[in-house]
């Protein structure tokens, strides 16, 4: 009930096109939900993170699309450029004393941008 | 500091030995996190302090591994009689609280046992 499940492992995107990550959960005590940018021999880094009580937010080219109902969440990066190719991880923090503050982690999603 | 700084970056160790990871958080982050990832893996929970609350050491591997969190600001990872498994990258972040704010993470120690 912890987990998030991230797919696809990899994607292969040409330059201008939409990349696509999807994530899932089961928890509905999560209310918190980040999406981090990683490259290699760097920390992650937040890129975009979105609350359950909307269904959609953009920031730029990267947009999550949130629904609640199916408890599934996904980043969209629009115009995909070369300089995008990093490791992508969802994630999800749930409230409550036994759990408050811990942010579980997806797999992560290896995207590469080709010219 | 400006980030969040872990040392040292890069640490080869015996089979069996002992290592200490640091972790020095952004100046009044009461959250601190620590995560493993192994190559190409996703982030492994490991444990989580949150002020003077009592540490969620539920992602702890085994009793070889503890953390401690000193006055609220550095907290150390410690890894007994190390394991070749035990070889990962440990991630550190820190957070302003637990409810929905950004986790900034350190660059990470990348430990080796041989």
């Known amino acids: 009930q912890q987990q998030v499940k991230q797919s696809p492992q990899s994607l292969i995107v040409q330059k201008g096109g939409i990349s696509i990550i999807n994530c899932a959960y089961e928890?509905?005590?999560?209310?918190?939900f980040p999406w981090y940018q990683q490259f290699p021999g760097k920390g992650p880094a937040l890129l975009i993170a979105?609350?359950?009580?909307?269904s959609e937010k953009k920031e730029g080219r990267f947009t999550i699309s949130f629904n609640k109902s199916a408890k599934q969440f996904s980043l969209h990066i629009m115009d995909s450029q070369p300089g995008d190719s990093a490791t992508y991880f969802c994630?999800?923090?749930?409230?409550?004393?036994?759990?408050?503050?811990?942010?579980?982690f997806g797999q992560g999603t290896t995207l590469q941008v080709k010219p | 500091g400006a980030g969040v700084s872990q040392s040292p970056s890069n640490k080869v160790t015996e089979k069996g030995k002992d290592v200490e990871l640091r972790c020095d958080p952004i100046?009044?982050?009461?959250?601190l996190y620590w995560y493993r990832q192994s190559l190409g893996q996703g982030l492994e929970f490991l444990i989580y302090?949150?002020?003077?609350?009592?540490?969620?050491k539920s992602g702890l591997p085994s009793d070889r591994f503890s953390a401690e969190r000193t006055g609220g600001s550095v907290s150390t990872l410690t890894i007994q009689r190390t394991q070749q498994e035990d070889s990962a990258v440990y991630l550190c972040?820190?957070?302003?609280?637990?409810?929905?704010?950004?986790?900034?993470f350190g660059q990470g120690t990348r430990l080796t046992v041989v």
């Open positions: 100046s009044g982050h009461t959250a």
């Open positions: 928890n509905t005590a999560f209310d918190y």
């Open positions: 979105i609350r359950p009580d909307v």
């Open positions: 972040a820190s957070s302003f609280s637990d409810r929905g704010t950004e986790a900034f």
């Open positions: 994630a999800a923090r749930a409230r409550g004393s036994s759990n408050t503050g811990k942010l579980i």
């Open positions: 302090f949150q002020g003077n609350s009592a540490p969620d």
